[in-house]
């Protein structure tokens, strides 16, 4: 069947901010989506209140709307323009809920509104625990032993009848929230409690918990004649008992039998045709027992879901692309296939290597946080490694993680305490995949390790050979290990920071690199096809190995590589993709081949179609490295990348790579707290009096000279990591010894902390010669308070002429100073009218993607146009178009650690941000928060 002609325009709902368990992959699904149904001539309205994402940009969607999620916000929207239909598949739960409020108060049905992707009957069956169930029990397919409770009473009653361990499973909600296992009588009330009040149906399903037994995921398309396919299938590394976006994830599936693949399948389909006749995309995920493979299902999406981005990075199938067109009327065999382009989207991808996630979490953020893993997702974002094997994928996806790992273990940071080890093994938490390779180090048998772990023996036994590699190759130096071994451990992922490490004696990671180049070992570099290489791919998309044959053949273009994020985090979360994606939109328009390197399966930037080459890999220097020798680039942008980028910065000037825009040495001018103070004093700009330590003794003396209260912080990170304020010496020395032990080798910073303190920042665009201010922006909270968690508001409301004339020239003169060519981020205390300079990044920020936003003018587009030298800004005609005010309000996921203390301070928390515009400063929104600030100022 074609597409449905009646729909000419669609609105497509958002997930609004990132939280944890709905974050960057939904915009990932929602620009696919939009810029699939444009591809077809229908007008695309989007509805959603993050400013952060590539969603909200006029490049994706006709006409974005940064407004509420609320039923109010879509109709006035319905009123403004003339909708057919509304795509509510692609914003993850918030879009769905939205979607179902809306069609119980009959506002679809008033303005004429079809609902595609999807029918609420289907909502209403997978998120209403009982209809599922009972759906379950009806079509035949197994599920845990289970009762629905609506009241404590009935959740005490359920518990009573089934018996524990237990699964508490709340309704309408994502990511985990509420729910969680119970293995003891003693703390069932307050779980149920919990689980209750997160339902907002005050409704929870109370399961027996198969805690131990195999987890998998299945994701599936389903179009208007029934025919369902099967995209990917995930394996967990984790059994059951930890949520999956907490779990390590494998595709294909390893350790399945056919036999019980087959049944799983089936069950899968039999499942998406019993919810309901719709056409799209759809999550199903199962449990299986080991001893017998019998399996129950745990619960299907009929949506995009989380694992939708992975599915579709892994496979090179666009789920949420093709989604959007069976949407509106396609069918399967008449879609054209988005990577070979000769062949349709009515097959099953196959694949010819491994890929691995692994989760990225924040706990250090939330100091106190229970750490161990469960039923409610913690994790903050996720990479994803591309191998031959698991194996090589496994030791790409640790050194993907920026959490200082240069591989799975043989790196110097082994946990050698057997106790530790043992009870990090039964206890999860985000480290433990690295002890069951230390516990395997010190020699604990396997089986113990598996009796523990319930992790699977087969992913076991790949880790135990590592553990034996490596004590082959401490019988070699470096000059005599054979070329053979030596290829064997790049094939099973060993960087060469691991390798000069287990030899030992001085050994250097440059060392390792130029031997094997002279043995003639060098990455080589393998197509996603989707077809293990039946047809040819027409889409340059790679990932690397060590084999004979190299795929990426070098154009005789000029390039541009852009390096990306990374995982996602707190402190650098998705502005930053945003920023890449402009950064590759504008190489593009400016007559350069764009290269994107990134690890990040959620984000638009590695979408195959972004970039003109596309190399899934890890941000990390082995892999760039051999990258950039292999494309021989103009340059390489930095700017735009957040700390992951930057931090290359170093590298890459040592070995005499371009970075494109501002220099190494000017950023370090930056970083480094004495050489901008000393650039600050020659500019007569005021700073906080300041010092340097580089241990605890050292610290008491500063602190002594600039006077308490003090902000102490270490040099070179984002998002206030490691930050704090301390009034006396014995909190100061304990900061301090800490921050040393979390990032050895820093130095400590020790700002006197002006107290009472307003706070304000600057986004500005220079290119050598003039400089744009692109915004100035008044935070509600006061100074001590992390810009990121702060509410900010553009233009100020509250600051003087004076003032703001101070911020505009000290922004002009350190942008000249500090020779900037691209985008610069200052931050102001302000104090008896008096401007002083906290700190400045020559770099993309977390708020240019708002400004941005606030005034529609491309600023990070023009910002890249500059760093490249194709443009001055004088070529640029830009006219702001914001009437009243925009507000940035950040958003936190404290309800996943409803331990931890919420109190903000000078290292950000929150996980995502929200804009609201208001038209003057008496909206009630703007004085509900003004007087928050008064209450701030005033303690």
Not at 554 to 581: A, H, M, T, W
Request: aromatic content about 8%.
């Amino acid at each position: 069947m074609p597409k449905d002609t009646s729909i000419k325009s669609v609105l497509i709902i958002g997930s609004g901010p990132i939280i944890i368990g709905q974050a960057v992959e939904f915009d990932y699904s929602g620009s696919q989506a939009a810029l699939s149904l444009k591809d077809e001539g229908i007008e695309v309205s989007i509805i959603n209140s993050n400013p952060a994402t590539i969603m909200t940009d006029n490049v994706i969607g006709d006409h974005v709307y940064l407004w509420p999620l609320t039923c109010e916000s879509v109709e006035k929207i319905l009123q403004e323009r003339h909708i057919d239909a509304v795509l509510p598949t692609m914003g993850g739960q918030t879009a769905l809920n939205l979607a179902k409020e809306a069609e119980e108060r009959g506002i679809w049905k008033k303005y004429g509104v079809r609902i595609i992707g999807v029918d609420i009957a289907a909502i209403e069956k997978t998120e209403n625990r009982e209809e599922f169930r009972q759906l379950m029990v009806d079509i035949g397919v197994g599920v845990a032993p289970s009762k629905i409770a609506n009241s404590f009473l009935e959740g005490k009653e359920a518990a009573q009848e089934i018996g524990f361990p237990l699964v508490i499973r709340p309704s309408y909600t994502m990511g985990g929230s509420g729910g969680g296992f119970v293995h003891k009588k003693e703390d069932f009330d307050v779980a149920l409690s919990r689980g209750l009040q997160a339902s907002p149906t005050h409704e929870v399903l109370v399961e027996k918990a198969v805690i131990g037994w195999k987890e998998y995921e299945l994701e599936l398309l389903r179009d208007n004649k029934d025919n369902v396919i099967i995209i990917c299938s995930i394996e967990n590394f984790d059994p059951m008992g930890i949520h999956t976006g907490d779990s390590i994830t494998v595709a294909p599936a390893m350790t399945l039998s056919d036999r019980c693949y087959q049944d799983m399948r089936n069950q899968a389909i039999t499942m998406m045709r019993a919810i309901g006749n719709f056409a799209g995309g759809c999550n199903v995920q199962f449990s299986v027992n080991p001893a017998d493979e019998s399996i129950i299902a745990i619960e299907i999406n009929p949506r995009v879901s989380r694992s939708s981005a992975l599915a579709s990075k892994a496979t090179g199938y666009p789920i949420a692309k093709i989604a959007a067109k069976l949407a509106i009327g396609y069918n399967l065999d008449e879609i054209e296939n988005q990577i070979t382009k000769t062949t349709s989207a009515y097959f099953e991808p196959t694949l010819d290597y491994v890929i691995v996630k692994i989760p990225r979490w924040n706990f250090d953020k939330f100091k106190g946080a229970n750490m161990e893993l469960g039923l409610q997702m913690k994790a903050v974002g996720e990479v994803m490694a591309i191998g031959r094997t698991f194996i090589e994928a496994l030791q790409k996806a640790c050194q993907s993680l920026e959490i200082g790992r240069a591989g799975l273990g043989a790196d110097g940071r082994q946990n050698r305490n057997l106790d530790e080890i043992m009870y990090g093994l039964e206890h999860p938490s985000w480290n433990r995949l690295f002890l069951v390779k230390d516990a395997m180090t010190l020699g604990v048998p396997m089986e113990s390790i598996r009796k523990v772990t319930k992790i699977d023996k087969w992913f076991l036994l790949q880790i135990q050979e590592l553990v034996q590699l490596e004590q082959e190759l401490k019988r070699y130096s470096l000059n005599n290990i054979p070329k053979e071994f030596f290829f064997t451990l790049k094939q099973k992922g060993f960087s060469d920071v691991q390798i000069s490490w287990l030899l030992g004696n001085g050994t250097t990671e440059d060392e390792v690199y130029e031997r094997r180049k002279e043995l003639g070992i060098k990455r080589v570099y393998k197509m996603v096809d989707t077809c293990a290489a039946e047809f040819p791919a027409q889409t340059p998309y790679y990932y690397s190995t060590f084999e004979d044959e190299n795929e990426s053949t070098p154009s005789d273009r000029k390039k541009i590589i852009v390096l990306g994020s990374g995982p996602n985090r707190i402190g650098q979360g998705i502005e930053f993709d945003y920023s890449c994606v402009h950064g590759l939109l504008a190489a593009k328009e400016s007559g350069f081949e764009s290269i994107m390197i990134n690890c990040n399966p959620e984000t638009v930037s590695t979408d195959f179609n972004m970039a003109d080459k596309l190399y899934f890999e890890p941000v990390f220097w082995e892999h760039v490295r051999e990258i950039i020798e292999l494309e021989k680039p103009e340059g390489v942008i930095v700017q735009l990348g957040g700390q992951t980028a930057l931090k290359m910065a170093e590298k890459l000037h040592q070995y005499g790579i371009k970075i494109i825009g501002t220099s190494y040495d000017n950023m370090d001018i930056a970083e480094d707290r004495g050489r901008f103070s000393d650039l600050l004093k020659d500019l007569g700009i005021p700073y906080p009096n300041y010092g340097v330590a580089e241990d605890a003794e050292e610290a008491l003396v500063v602190a002594k000279k600039v006077g308490y209260p003090v902000l102490v912080r270490p040099s070179y990170v984002l998002g206030g990591q490691g930050m704090s304020i301390v009034i006396n010496d014995e909190d100061l020395e304990t900061a301090v010894v800490k921050l040393l032990g979390d990032l050895p080798g820093n130095r400590v910073l020790i700002d006197h902390f002006l107290d009472r303190a307003e706070e304000a920042e600057s986004d500005s665009i220079c290119d050598g010669e003039d400089v744009h201010i692109v915004g100035l922006m008044e935070h509600i909270e006061p100074a001590g308070i992390h810009s990121g968690d702060s509410s900010a508001v553009l233009p100020p409301f509250n600051l003087s002429d004076n003032v703001i004339r101070q911020m505009e020239e000290y922004s002009i003169k350190l942008a000249k100073a500090l020779n900037v060519i691209g985008l610069l981020n200052i931050q102001f205390a302000i104090k008896d009218e008096k401007v002083y300079v906290i700190e400045a990044n020559p770099r993309a920020s977390r708020t240019v993607p708002f400004i941005a936003k606030a005034y529609d003018v491309p600023y990070i587009n023009i910002a890249a146009k500059v760093m490249l030298g194709v443009n001055k800004l004088k070529d640029f005609k830009i006219e702001r178009k914001l009437v009243g005010y925009a507000i940035k309000e950040p958003v936190f996921s404290f309800d996943k650690f409803p331990e931890v203390e919420k109190q903000l301070g000078p290292e950000m928390k929150s996980t995502g941000e929200a804009i609201r515009f208001i038209k003057d400063l008496e909206d009630p929104y703007f004085v509900k928060l003004y007087k928050e600030k008064s209450m701030y100022l005033s303690k």
